[in-house]
C-alpha cells in the first residue's frame, strides 16, 4: 500500500516550493473573497476579469509567473479553490464535509497535473477554525487521492502517476492542534484505504486464508492478539452456519479474531464483519449480470480488520475485540442445499431456504461466539447482506437495526459526524414470525417482503439482551453516492464510522452513551 507522508509545518506560504500550493478561497456575507492579505491583489484582480470569484466547486490553477501580485510565491503551481459562504452553512458537519470534498477537488487537481508534493494553506475564516481546515482537508485529499494499479501492466515508455508522496499543511497558530487532528485524518484515511484495496481484490487475489494472513501479520504489526480458528475448530464447536456455506468451496474457511486489550481494562466492545469473499449464490445461483460484484462481498470484513490497524495506532482505553468470519459460497459437489437443517453456535436450528442467503449463517456463528467467549458491552456487526436495503434506501443511506435505543442514536450521530448516514429500520416480532420454521427453530429467509429487516432479526436471536446494531451496507459499500474523496467502486464504507465509535467510547462512559 501506498503512504503519503502528511506534515504540519510553520513554514510561510511566499516559502513553499513544491509542485503545487493549495489556496481555499471562501466568501463572506456579502459575497466578498476573504483571505490571505498575500493574495488579496490577485483576488480583486481575478474578480474583475471574472476569472475566479470564489464561488463553491470553483477553481483556477496558475503557473508562474505570477506576476507582481504575488511575485513572493516559490510554488511551481498555484491552485485555488472556491468552497462559497461557509457563513451559510449553520451545521458544523456539513462546513466538515464540504472541506472533505474540497480535499478530493484539490487530489484530482494533483493527479492531473502529477504533481507529487502539495501544500495546503490553512486559514482561519468562514466560521470554521485551523483545525479544521487541517484535519478534513486532508483526510478528502488522502482519500480523493486512492488509485488500485497493483493489477496494471505498464509498457516501459508509460508513466503512470502513482500519487501524493506528500502533503504539507502550512500552519501558523495552533500548530500541536492541527498536528494531532491531522494524525486522526491519516489514520482514518489509512485504514479508509486497506478496506478498499481489500475490496478491489479479485475474488482469486483475496480469498479467507488472506484474511487470516492479514490479521495475524496486523497482530504483529500493532502488539494485538490473533487467533485463527480454522475448520476443525468450527466442527469441533458446533458452527453449523459456517461450515454449511463453505461445504461448496476448495478452500477451507476461517475465523479471524483480533483483540486489543489496553493497559487498564475497561469495557469491551465487540465488532464482526461479514467475510465472504465471493458470493456464487451456492445452489440458489445468482443470474449472471452483477455476479462480478459479489467479491464485494466481504466488504464488512474489510471494514473491521481495517478498523483495528487506527484501533491498533491509537491505543484507546476500551478492549476491542475483532471478529470475521471469511469464506466463499460456492455451488460444489458437497455444497449445503435449500432445505437441509444445520445447527448454529449454541443449538439454534435454521431450516435453509435459499443458500443465497448465506451471510446472516456465518455471521449467527460469529455473534454468539464471540458474545458468549468475550461478554462484550456492545456488539456492532457490519455487513453487505441484504439487496433489499438498497430497494428501500438506495446508495445513500446505510441500514441500521438494533435492540437498544442509546446505541442506534450514538451510531446515527456519528454517522452525520462522518459522511457516512445511516437510517434506523425496525425491528419486532412481526417481522420474526416471517422467520420462523415449521420444522426448525428458524428458516433463513423471510420472503422478499422487509427482507433487509428479516435478515436483521434472524441475527437478533442470536445476540440476547446485549446492546447490538446490525449495520447493512449493501447499498453503500461500493457505488455509493458520489464524491471527490471517493472513487468508482469499493468506498470504504463503515471504516470511519467503527473507529469514530470507538474514540467517543474511550471516555470511561458507557460504550453505548451518546
Known amino acids: 500500500m501506498k503512504s503519503t507522508k502528511l506534515v504540519v509545518s510553520t513554514k510561510k506560504v511566499e516559502d513553499y516550493t513544491g509542485d503545487l500550493l493549495a489556496i481555499v478561497v471562501a466568501l463572506d456575507e456579502q459575497g466578498v473573497t476573504i483571505g490571505e492579505d498575500l493574495f488579496r491583489p490577485l483576488l480583486n484582480s481575478l474578480l474583475q476579469y471574472k476569472e475566479f470569484s470564489g464561488k463553491k466547486d470553483e477553481l483556477l490553477l496558475l503557473y508562474p509567473p505570477f506576476g507582481s501580485l504575488v511575485e513572493k510565491l516559490q510554488c511551481r503551481r498555484l491552485l485555488l479553490v472556491g468552497v462559497g459562504r461557509l457563513a451559510d452553512i449553520t451545521d458544523i458537519h456539513f462546513k466538515n464535509e464540504l472541506l472533505r470534498t474540497t480535499g478530493g477537488i484539490i487530489a484530482t487537481q494533483c493527479k492531473s497535473c502529477k504533481a507529487k508534493n502539495v501544500g495546503i494553506y490553512i486559514p482561519a475564516y468562514g466560521g470554521l477554525a485551523e483545525i479544521a481546515y487541517g484535519e478534513f482537508l486532508s483526510e478528502g485529499i488522502l482519500l480523493g487521492d486512492y488509485q488500485f494499479l497493483k493489477y496494471k501492466t ?46 478491489n481484490e479479485p475474488g482469486n487475489g483475496w480469498t479467507p486464508s488472506h484474511f487470516a494472513k492479514y490479521a495475524m501479520e496486523l497482530s504483529e504489526r500493532q502488539q494485538l492478539r490473533c487467533t485463527i480458528l480454522e475448520k476443525k475448530d468450527m466442527v469441533e464447536l458446533g458452527m453449523g452456519g459456517i461450515i454449511a456455506v463453505n461445504r461448496g468451496s476448495e478452500e477451507p474457511a476461517k475465523i479471524a479474531i483480533l483483540e486489543y486489550t489496553p493497559e487498564l481494562k475497561g469495557q469491551t466492545i465487540l465488532l464482526v464483519g461479514k467475510g465472504l469473499t465471493f458470493d456464487s449464490g451456492g445452489i440458489s445461483l445468482k443470474p449472471a449480470q452483477g455476479m462480478m460484484d459479489m467479491k464485494y462481498d466481504m466488504c464488512g470484513g474489510a471494514a473491521v480488520l481495517s478498523a483495528m490497524e487506527a484501533i491498533g495506532r491509537e491505543k484507546p482505553g476500551v478492549r476491542v475485540v475483532a471478529i470475521v468470519p471469511a469464506t466463499d459460497n460456492m455451488a460444489g459437489g458437497g455444497a449445503f442445499k435449500p432445505g437441509d437443517i444445520i445447527t448454529h453456535y449454541g443449538g439454534i436450528t435454521s431450516e435453509i431456504e435459499s443458500t443465497d442467503a448465506e451471510g446472516r449463517l456465518i455471521l449467527a456463528d460469529a455473534l454468539a461466539y464471540g458474545i458468549e467467549k468475550f461478554r462484550p458491552d456492545c456488539v456492532i456487526d457490519i455487513a453487505t447482506l441484504t439487496g433489499s436495503v438498497i430497494f428501500a434506501l438506495g446508495h445513500h443511506y446505510c441500514g441500521l437495526l438494533s435492540n437498544n435505543d442509546q446505541l442506534a442514536d450514538k451510531l446515527i450521530a456519528i454517522g452525520i459526524a462522518c459522511a457516512e448516514p445511516l437510517w434506523r429500520l425496525p425491528l419486532g416480532d ?15 429467509t423471510g420472503g422478499k417482503p422487509a427482507g433487509c429487516i428479516t435478515a436483521a432479526e434472524y441475527l437478533h436471536k442470536f445476540v440476547g439482551k446485549t446492546p447490538w446494531a446490525h449495520l447493512d451496507i449493501a447499498g453503500t459499500a461500493w457505488d455509493f453516492t458520489e464524491k471527490t474523496y471517493i472513487p468508482k467502486g469499493p468506498s470504504g464504507f463503515g471504516v470511519k464510522i467503527l473507529i469514530e465509535f470507538i474514540r467517543r467510547s474511550n471516555n470511561g462512559k458507557s460504550a453505548i452513551s451518546a
Open 154 to 199: 505498464l509498457q516501459k515508455e508509460e508513466e503512470t502517476y502513482q500519487g501524493l508522496a506528500k502533503i504539507e499543511l502550512l500552519a501558523t497558530t495552533h500548530v500541536k492542534a492541527i498536528r494531532r487532528n491531522a494524525v486522526k485524518a491519516s489514520n482514518i484515511a489509512r485504514s479508509v484505504t486497506i478496506a478498499r484495496d481489500m475490496a
Open 430 to 444: 412481526m417481522y420474526a414470525k416471517q422467520i420462523k420454521s415449521q420444522i426448525a427453530d428458524i428458516k433463513n
